[in-house]
């Protein structure tokens, strides 16, 4: 069976969150950390978390995933950006504790014409002055689209940034089948290929988490406009088939197409469960 979930807003709590998931059928979430446009995070309520593991616990979900804000550049030109990067991922990772075990997902950032090389260097020296050996959240990448000048749209960049960072073991990537389509890689035409190249250039064992989108956009677009499944270029067919993949067996896999509530998530949901029987 797949492990579905969506993005939720967590300004309920967790308990909220895990309530919803399972409304919908949904084994797994997504949440924003913090206004994903940045700010300061609410404070966490250890009863809340307390309630939210046992409902987890009871309905045998898998890992969940915590999204950074949009904001959060730490290959930035501009040093308080930077500074904010380091404050908003050191704060979230701890936070993150209270939820033991579970998956921190970022965009590695835009190198805003500073060069892909720099970025990477950038984005690594933030996580090396971030990661400790003693906490239990595995970091993702997250593949990007390549819209301006994002770093991460190629598997080598994200390879590269991995290679740099010393607790190579707290690392993991989140592909988002609407980015690595945008990116132009061809996960309609050819989804072993793309698996394949990801497999030999960052490494099957590092891919945590998937994010299922749509795209508006044709494959190499580097626009980064999600759609709801079956309604844009990559089509309902290729994504079942595409989740469906025994090598992407047991990951987390977080819609996040513009649907306009809950249920409209649970609908999706429920078509890619009966679609993958
Ligand atoms: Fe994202
Ligand atoms: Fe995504
Ligand atoms: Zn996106």
Not at 86 to 104: H, S
Not at 172 to 186: E, F, I, K, Q, R
Not at 243 to 248: D, E, F, H, K, V
């Amino acid at each position: 069976m797949l492990n579905l979930g969506c993005h939720l807003t967590s300004s309920k709590g967790y308990e909220h969150m895990g309530r919803q998931a399972l409304q919908i059928n949904a084994d797994t979430f997504q949440f924003f950390t913090r206004n994903p446009r940045g700010g300061k995070a609410k404070e966490i309520d250890p009863e809340d978390v307390k309630r939210f593991l046992e409902i987890a616990e009871a309905n045998n979900f898998v890992k969940i995933v915590a999204h950074a804000p949009y904001t959060l550049n730490p290959c930035s030109a501009e040093q308080k950006t930077r500074d904010f990067a380091y404050m908003a991922m050191k704060d979230d990772l701890e936070r993150m504790e209270f939820t033991p075990g579970n998956y921190y997902n970022f965009h590695p950032g835009s190198h805003v014409g500073q060069g892909i090389e720099k970025g990477v260097e950038m984005i690594a020296d933030l996580l090396n002055r971030i990661l400790k050996p003693e906490q239990t959240t595995t970091v993702l990448l997250e593949t990007m689209a390549g819209k301006g000048s994002e770093v991460g749209s190629r598997f080598e960049e994200l390879a590269a940034i991995i290679d740099r960072v010393d607790l190579k073991e707290k690392m993991g990537v989140c592909l988002d089948t609407c980015h690595v389509s945008d990116a132009g890689y061809n996960i309609i035409g050819d989804p072993e290929g793309v698996l394949d190249e990801f497999d030999r250039i960052i490494g099957l064992n590092r891919l945590k988490a998937i994010h299922v989108n749509d795209s508006l956009n044709p494959v190499g677009a580097h626009k980064d406009r999600h759609a709801c499944i079956g309604e844009g270029k990559i089509g309902l067919d290729a994504i079942v088939k595409f989740i469906n993949n025994p090598r992407l067996k047991g990951l987390p896999m977080i819609l996040e197409t513009p649907q306009p509530d809950l249920e409209g998530y649970g609908k999706e949901i429920k078509m890619l469960r009966e679609m993958s029987k």
